[in-house]
């Protein structure tokens, strides 16, 4: 029998003890947890980072460029935001007549929720449980997913002539 625990267990637990004391982390105060939410940003950006140039190498032929932004918004919630944009994706029109939008990573925390999440452009949302950075860390799979998901959306909104590292390899000879 193992005694392994699903990678994000810790997180999970966590996130459900967040949920039972309507805290994050531990903090109460939205002053305090904003602090929180924004040292957990720094120490996600480095991983979030990572995997989007990783992303730009494998499939953009590094043509890509990763744009990264915090705030907050008119009801005094927080958010980061990560874009990994490049030149075909600029240029290509989407199915529905609109642009090709970047490859997105979004942190959120709305003013009254107990902690915050992260997600893609296009659904999903994952608990947000960063204190350190071991945690940050443990966040790899889940920005993982997300970028895999936003790139194929991207394929799928723009089609796969947006990919330049598979387009180069099926130019005519």
Same mark, same amino acid.
């Given at each position: 029998?193992?005694?392994?625990?699903?990678?994000?267990?810790? /997180?999970?637990?966590?996130?459900?003890?967040?949920?039972?004391?309507?805290?994050?982390?531990?903090?109460?105060?939205?002053?305090?947890?904003? /602090?929180?939410?924004?040292?957990?940003?720094?120490?996600?950006?480095?991983?979030?980072?990572?995997?989007?140039?990783?992303?730009?190498?494998?499939?953009?032929?590094?043509?890509?460029?990763?744009?990264?932004?915090?705030?907050?918004?008119?009801?005094?919630?927080?958010?980061?935001?990560?874009?990994?944009?490049?030149?075909?994706?600029?240029?290509?029109?989407?199915? /529905?007549?609109?642009?090709?939008?970047?490859?997105?990573?979004?942190?959120?925390?709305?003013?009254?929720?107990?902690?915050?999440?992260?997600?893609?452009?296009?659904?999903?949302?994952?608990?947000?449980?960063?204190?350190?950075?071991?945690?940050?860390?443990?966040?790899?799979?889940?920005?993982?997913?997300?970028?895999?998901?936003?790139?194929?959306?991207?394929?799928?909104?723009?089609?796969?002539?947006?990919?330049?590292?598979?387009?180069?390899?099926?130019?005519?000879?």
């Amino acid at each position: 029998m193992s005694t392994a625990l699903p990678p994000r267990s810790e /997180d999970i637990f966590r996130h459900l003890e967040d949920l039972r004391t309507r805290s994050y982390e531990g903090v109460h105060d939205w002053e305090g947890k904003l /602090d929180l939410f924004r040292r957990a940003m720094a120490l996600l950006d480095p991983v979030v980072r990572r995997i989007m140039d990783e992303t730009n190498r494998t499939f953009l032929d590094d043509t890509g460029g990763v744009n990264h932004r915090v705030g907050e918004d008119r009801d005094g919630g927080a958010w980061a935001h990560w874009e990994l944009s490049w030149p075909a994706q600029r240029e290509a029109t989407a199915r /529905d007549g609109g642009r090709v939008q970047p490859i997105q990573v979004i942190a959120t925390f709305p003013r009254g929720a107990p902690h915050p999440h992260l997600s893609a452009s296009i659904g999903g949302m994952w608990p947000c449980q960063i204190t350190d950075e071991a945690d940050a860390g443990r966040q790899e799979p889940v920005i993982g997913a997300i970028v895999e998901t936003e790139l194929h959306q991207r394929i799928f909104d723009g089609r796969w002539q947006v990919i330049p590292a598979f387009t180069r390899r099926h130019e005519p000879a």
